[in-house]
């Protein structure tokens, strides 16, 4: 098996496809907090919204920084 083997790419995946979902549920939680919800309920879901969002680009961008150091090594 290559360095990278199957199990990496595996990884990689299930790691993008949390960071689209992360990023999907923190779109919707933002904009039911700047359209439908009032008050405290709304900053709560902002601020949730906008910590999913931080997560979910942390997430991608550990994925393509391993895949990128992993096409490096083998070059």
Avoid: F
Wanted: glycine share 12%; proline share 1%.
């Amino acid at each position: 098996m290559a360095a990278g083997g199957p199990d990496r790419s595996t990884a990689r995946r299930k790691r993008l496809l949390l960071a689209g979902l992360l990023a999907v549920v923190g779109l919707i939680l933002l904009l039911l907090g700047l359209t439908v919800a009032n008050g405290a309920v709304a900053g709560v879901e902002v601020v949730l919204a906008l910590l999913l969002l931080i997560g979910s680009y942390a997430i991608q961008y550990a994925a393509r920084r391993d895949t990128l150091y992993r096409e490096g090594r083998r070059r």
